[in-house]
Every structure is written in C-alpha cells, then in structure tokens.
C-alpha cells in the first residue's frame, strides 16, 4: 500500500516539474527533514552521483534547500509553498505566452474528437469559462462535483445554468434550473450560448472520447433534441427548481 502511494505521489509530483529521481528525493527530504546526499543515497536507493545532481535540481526548482553546516544537509520546502510557486510562476508565463502568441486562426466548424478523460474534463472547463449568457450541461451526477465550482461562479455572474442529471442532488446547486431525467447512462451532453457543443462519453475509462462541434446545423439539431427532453420532464414532474 505504502509503495501505491509514494507511486501516485511521485507521478502527482513530476506534473510539477520533477523528473522521477528528484521527486523520489524529495519525498525522502519531506519525511526526514534535514538529509545529506549521502544519507538520501542510502534512504532511496539512488546512486550518490545521480543523488546529488537531483538535490542540486531540487534546489534549483525551489523545491529543495541546502543547510550550510560541516555536511551540506538539505531540507525540503513546504509542499504547499514549492506547488504554489510553480502555479503562480506558470501562470505569469502563461499570461506572457498568450500576449506573445500569434493570434490563433477562427476555429473550425468540423467535428473535433478529444479523447480520455481528463482532456474532456479539461474542454468542460474551457467551454465553461467562455459562456457569456447560458449552458446547459447533461452528466452523470457524480461528476458534478468536480464541476460545482466553475457552475457556482457562472450563477454568480448571471449566467443561466441548466442541469439534466439522472437522479436529485445531495447538495444543491442554488441558482441552477435542475430536471431530473431518471436515465442511468454515463453521457455528456454540454451546449453553450446555443454555438458550441460536447456530447459523448464519461465513463473514467482512458477509451472515453466526446465530439466538440460548433457548426450550426449540428447545434441547432442538438438543442433541438435537448430542448424537447427538457419539455417531456417538466410534463413528467421531474423539474427540481
């Protein structure tokens, strides 16, 4: 059990920039406070050449500092502090990345496949973030909770949210337009402002894939259908609010 966790805490932190040996490294410095690289070559495993190259990476990134002493000992940084750093420095690049970027060419109006599921988490809250008047978002309930802040924030700026969701909400999403549509599948379906659609699969699986379209005709058929299911709830009762 042990070693499935320090597994997933070290792929959580080589998405932070840490290549494998410095995240392993820096595991040991978080449960013994103040390491040696001779001590940190014992403790992991990792040969002394590659262990203090790590710690000297460490370092560089903020992740790792040296205590000066009669042995250089290192120490690891706060977690919270090192991923907090990271965020905060990516997102000033970002922000010099886009204002530097030649402007992006009008998007297409094909059919455009993402597949897995984080990319399909990653297009709701990108569709999400853009809406200007209204969305209306069918899911299987237990992914809203990944997504109840970026709705929460959309209530909060006026904008019309519409959820179709398989069965009521333990917590309710105050603002949000809720039917309930009794079906136990595992598909999305997302339209914004009436131009933009994302309908497909959310199982958890890595073959989930959905179709991301903005071409009018699609749309207009898409909220067609969306729009006669919302008329059979409320002739059914099931509107929540």
Do not use: W
């Not at 990345?97 to 109006?109: T, Y």
């Amino acid at each position: 059990m042990e070693n499935s966790v320090t597994e997933a805490l070290i792929g959580k932190l080589v998405q932070f920039g840490l290549t494998r040996q410095e995240a392993s490294i820096y595991l040991c410095l978080v449960r013994n406070s103040a390491v040696s690289g001779y001590e940190a070559a014992k403790m992991t495993g990792i040969s002394r050449s590659n262990v203090y190259s790590a710690l000297a990476g460490l370092v560089d990134k903020g992740a790792a500092y040296l205590l000066e002493g009669g042995t250089n000992k290192y120490t690891a940084a706060a977690p919270e502090d090192f991923c907090s750093n990271k965020i905060r420095s990516l997102e000033k690049l970002m922000h010099e990345l886009v204002a530097d970027m030649p402007k992006l060419s009008a998007c297409c109006e094909g059919y455009i496949t993402i597949s897995a599921p984080r990319h399909i988490m990653d297009k709701i809250y990108n569709m999400l973030e853009a809406v200007q008047y209204r969305v209306y978002i069918s899911l299987p309930v237990d992914c809203l909770d990944e997504l109840r802040q970026p709705l929460e924030s959309l209530i909060k700026r006026g904008k019309k949210v519409v959820l179709l969701i398989s069965e009521p909400l333990e917590n309710e999403l105050s603002g949000a337009t809720v039917y309930v549509t009794g079906k136990n599948d595992r598909q999305l379906r997302l339209i914004v402002d009436s131009e933009f659609v994302l309908t497909g699969e959310m199982t958890g699986a890595e073959t989930d894939s959905a179709l991301y379209c903005a071409q009018k005709n699609f749309v207009n058929v898409f909220k067609d259908s969306l729009r006669n299911e919302i008329k059979l709830i409320e002739l059914t009762g099931q509107k929540l609010k």
